[in-house]
């Protein structure tokens, strides 16, 4: 089976950083992605690791972790176009999704 | 526009009755998925496909839907006697390759209601 716990709100002031962690336990792994979604829209990729470490892409980044189950997604210099939910998804071929943390960034 | 479109966006019916629903993959895309989100929720795995193929099915699925893409392009899902819990966002999915790793291109999704 597949379980991906992540936070399910965050807030934060605009300018800040936000980082939003994500634990699995997932029978099968290649890859876990990162998935921006504004209300009433479709998911956007936003990040992919596959190796452990930091990928970094402009003001986004994020971390893996296989050995511990754990990745995180990095927002710097937030913005207000930046509040969404993030969804976190393990891929072996199909994506298993988190519930997705919703950030409010406030002004 | 090169993306992924569903058709249609929205789709009220009343509970009983069957709805069709399109997905039109990126080009050259030979890999289909379909979804199922409902609030506050992520996306769910329905179903897969790659190429004509429909590869796997997930438990969530129940007899009443079913999904085709008999010519590997575009794909349809088909829910019969629906029901209230029917009701979500249906997204489909496109990617290309040939491995389990590839990136997934999503499209606008229909939203279902059902009365």
């Known amino acids: 089976g597949q379980n991906i716990d992540q936070p399910t709100e965050m807030t934060a002031t605009e300018g800040a950083i936000v980082q939003i962690n994500c634990t699995y336990q997932?029978?099968?792994?290649?890859?876990l992605f990162w998935y921006q979604q504004h209300a009433g829209e479709a998911p956007t990729f936003l990040s992919y690791?596959?190796?452990?470490g930091l990928e970094e892409k402009g003001r986004f980044s994020s971390f893996l972790s296989r050995s511990k189950g754990y990745s995180y997604l990095l927002l710097k210099e937030l913005q207000m176009k930046d509040s969404a939910s993030y969804l976190c998804a393990v891929n072996d071929y199909k994506l298993s999704f988190g519930a997705g943390t919703t950030v409010t960034v406030r002004a | 526009d090169t993306g992924v479109s569903q058709n249609p966006r929205h789709k009220i019916t009343k509970r009983g009755q069957n709805v069709t629903f399109r997905c039109d993959p990126i080009s050259e895309h030979n890999r289909l998925y379909w979804y199922r989100q409902t609030l506050g929720q992520g996306p769910e795995f329905l179903t897969y496909?790659?190429?004509?193929?429909?590869?796997?099915k997930s438990r969530l699925l129940s007899d009443r839907f079913s999904a085709e893409r008999p010519k590997g392009s575009f794909s349809t899902l088909e829910i019969q006697r629906t029901e209230q819990g029917d009701s979500a966002m249906y997204l489909c999915a496109s990617s290309f390759g040939s491995t389990g790793t590839t990136l997934q291109f999503f499209g606008p999704g229909t939203r279902l209601t059902v009365l």
């Open positions: 690791n596959v190796l452990d």
């Open positions: 997932t029978s099968g792994f290649n890859g």
């Open positions: 496909f790659q190429n004509e193929a429909q590869l796997e």
